[in-house]
């Protein structure tokens, strides 16, 4: 793995202590190499490759059932799964902290982690897909799981947020009947990891409250570059609580620093099998480079007073709070800076419930919300068992006393002959507000008891036109070739065909073409009118970074024997001090010999071959100069691939003096510009933006960045 310095190392290790990391270094074990291995009940064992068998030295006889040791070892092993989650199986997670800016919002909330800017919060994170099971690929098209476990002095807080703000139901008792559409169909487990198939689209076909959602999973941001480039939200409306009892409604928002960030589907489908862990790598390199993902927290707020003002339900899941009606706050970020030591004991075993909030921090009635907070807690019971908060992951760094007690698998050890309330010793007393104790805010409750949602829950489309209209014109070209692709995927016509009619509900244009795309009824009218606004915060592109960076971008430089290294090194250390991560590919993991007369001993290292990574893994690339290097990449069929699969994808390429001409040979394509950019440098650099401007392709993420070469 490359290293951006030597210095970016060094505070790794010093600065990402916590409390929380501090607090799990009582439970880490680092085996000495050299080491003796034992028992789990601490005996030495002198073999563990023979079970203990009859035998007269020539031939094998009956191995022994009393041979406690070979049994230890297969009945560790028989029972090393535990349940993985009923969704988001598979996910990655890291350590971080987070801090406010100031006290900007405690005219919202008493909850010191988000007013008292002398605190660091330590947080763990989770990040997910939601279809696959846990050995599915990083990159197939799904919502990504965004889940938060701040550890506060005042208690855990856990949001359990997404990459995407809204919701395919409305209401928690569909979840089931939605997570069983969108899984692999029961008769024959057939798709991982997909939406792509008949029961997922069926589902949404009838269940029109998903139609919003729906545009966005097929949008760009079903298919993020990295977790680091993804917007999170908590989805749901929480509320907050001030210290002269008022209540506001909550919407929280992360905006990533590097930018919303997507791949191009070709690309997405290709690292699916070229590299299916290419996400959870990605957030360890960055993090192990010194590149820590950051976010800003942000939070929309109303007023008790405001909550029937706007023509959706603010407890709606299925709804945004457009910032043109309500603005957006920072308030803190957010940063991660640790990988986990152990994949098990930290990723998998750690259980998040959205039912857990600190003083300061409520729920709503969002009746999504509102079945979370029942289905988090159980489904912890069957993954980890009944004390799964004790496990430490889980645990809060605060104190923790009360009188629950036993159960299978209790770690903590409570010295007491207490474990009741009340008592005569006065242990573990309920704790007064003024203290801190939780207390709910008296919230005033009237309705009859019924099976129903409110009046504004039966509008389904309106958002669903805001999203679409506010796209960019290549994103809706995604959009269009994603619901195509997934429509395609179904073999039902009933249900190819219906999904056209949710469509024209949305966008008489957007219907027809998927309907000729995929043998559809074209309508003959819209179902609905288009109402024609926009938002402007709902294209990704309007999270561009205000400076255009290369940080933590993986770089390959394309070599082969006799390159003109002396320039090449001079480019990799740019980028390199730019924060970049350049890999050299070469015709062979080996020396690459430079050109004639440089002196670079046996040559340069390629890290890897043409055939060993592909383009797709890679966010931009550099070709350097030499005649004899330039010969043989055009010569070989792979290095050829390599780029012209680049330019497909709109990367950024740069090249200098021969490999500029290695370039032309290469990327043949009617009406493409090669331009260089004017940042002063006398060499030539080309770059596939002018694809861009012919309209041909859609810009993709990667592309949007400025790849500086040169002085
Ligand atoms: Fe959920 C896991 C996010 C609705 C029931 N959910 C889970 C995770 C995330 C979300 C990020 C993974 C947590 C982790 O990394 O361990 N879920 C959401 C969001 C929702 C949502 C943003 C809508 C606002 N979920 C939702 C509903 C229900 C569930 C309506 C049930 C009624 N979700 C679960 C679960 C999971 C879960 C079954 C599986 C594993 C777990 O909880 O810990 O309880």
């Not at 805001?466 to 995604?478: G, K, T, V």
Request: hydrophobic share 35%.
């Amino acid at each position: 793995m490359s290293s951006f310095t030597q210095s970016a190392k060094e505070m790794f290790t010093t600065t990402t202590s916590s409390k929380k990391v501090d607090d799990l270094q009582r439970d880490i074990q680092e085996p000495v190499a050299g080491g003796g291995l034992t028992t789990d009940h601490g005996v030495k064992v002198s073999d563990t490759d023979n079970w203990l068998k009859v035998t007269d030295g020539h031939k094998s006889g009956p191995s022994l059932l009393e041979d406690q040791i070979a049994r230890e070892k297969i009945h560790r092993f028989d029972h090393e799964r535990i349940p993985e989650r009923v969704v988001h199986a598979r996910g990655a997670g890291a350590h971080g902290y987070f801090k406010v800016y100031d006290d900007r919002a405690s005219k919202y909330t008493t909850a010191p982690v988000l007013t008292d800017s002398s605190r660091s919060t330590p947080v763990f994170m989770r990040f997910s897909t939601v279809q696959g099971s846990k050995g599915s690929a990083d990159t197939v098209r799904d919502v990504r799981g965004f889940a938060i476990k701040f550890y506060t002095d005042e208690g855990n807080w856990d949001l359990v947020g997404n990459d995407i703000p809204v919701f395919f139901i409305q209401d928690a008792i569909k979840f089931p009947d939605f997570v069983h559409a969108v899984k692999p169909e029961p008769h024959n487990e057939v798709p991982q990891g997909q939406s792509a198939h008949n029961n997922f689209w069926d589902f949404v076909g009838l269940q029109p409250e998903s139609a919003h959602m729906v545009m966005w999973v097929m949008s760009d941001r079903g298919i993020p570059r990295s977790f680091r480039m993804m917007q999170g939200f908590g989805v749901n409306t929480y509320t907050l609580l001030n210290s002269k009892g008022e209540r506001h409604f909550v919407k929280f928002h992360f905006i990533p620093e590097l930018g919303v960030h997507s791949f191009v589907w070709d690309e997405a489908l290709k690292i699916c099998g070229q590299d299916p862990d290419f996400h959870r790598k990605d957030l360890n390199e960055a993090i192990e480079n010194g590149a820590y993902p950051k976010w800003t927290l942000a939070i929309q707020t109303l007023p008790e007073s405001r909550e029937h003002e706007f023509d959706f339900d603010i407890l709606d899941a299925t709804k945004i709070w457009p910032e043109e009606l309500v603005p957006l706050q920072e308030i803190g970020e957010l940063v991660l800076n640790r990988p986990v030591d152990e994949f098990f004991s930290e990723t998998e075993q750690v259980a998040f419930c959205t039912s857990h909030v600190v003083p300061g921090i409520g729920f709503s009635d969002d009746p999504l919300l509102q079945g979370r907070n029942f289905s988090y807690f159980d489904t912890q019971i069957s993954r980890l068992g009944i004390n799964w908060e004790e496990l430490p992951i889980n645990r809060p760094v605060c104190p923790v006393l009360n009188h629950n007690r036993d159960g299978k698998s209790r770690h903590r050890i409570v010295k007491s002959e207490i474990n009741y309330w009340p008592n005569r010793k006065d242990t573990g007393r309920p704790v007064a507000p003024a203290d801190g104790g939780f207390v709910e805010y008296a919230q005033r409750v009237e309705g009859i008891k019924q099976r129903a949602r409110g009046e504004k829950f039966q509008e389904h489309f309106n958002q669903a036109q805001l999203f679409y209209n506010s796209l960019r014109p290549h994103e809706q070209s995604h959009l269009i070739s994603a619901i195509s692709f997934e429509l395609s995927h179904c073999e039902d016509p009933v249900v190819y065909k219906s999904y056209i009619n949710v469509l024209n509900d949305i966008d008489f244009e957007l219907a027809k073409t998927v309907a000729v795309n995929v043998n559809g009824d074209l309508p003959d009218k819209p179902g609905r009118p288009n109402h024609g606004q926009k938002s402007k915060s709902l294209s990704q592109t309007y999270y561009m970074p205000k400076e255009p960076t290369i940080v933590s971008r993986r770089i390959a430089i394309l070599v082969a024997d006799g390159f003109n290294a002396v320039e090449m090194q001079a480019v990799r250390a740019a980028l390199t001090s730019a924060k970049a991560v350049c890999y050299i590919i070469g015709p062979r993991r080996n020396h690459i010999r430079p050109a004639a007369g440089q002196d670079f001993g046996q040559g340069v290292f390629a890290d890897h071959h043409f055939e060993g990574q592909r383009s797709t893994l890679f966010d931009a690339i550099y070709i350097p100069s030499g005649e004899e290097h330039v010969k043989a990449l055009a010569k070989n069929g792979r290095a050829v691939h390599w780029v012209r699969e680049a330019f497909g994808h709109c990367k950024p390429i740069g090249a200098v003096g021969d490999g500029v001409n290695f370039l032309r040979e290469v990327v043949r394509l009617p009406g493409v510009k090669l331009f260089a950019p004017s940042h002063g440098s006398n060499d030539e650099v080309v770059s596939s933006y002018g694809v861009v401007t012919t309209g041909q392709y859609s810009i993709s993420s990667a592309a949007t960045d400025v790849l500086k070469i040169g002085p």
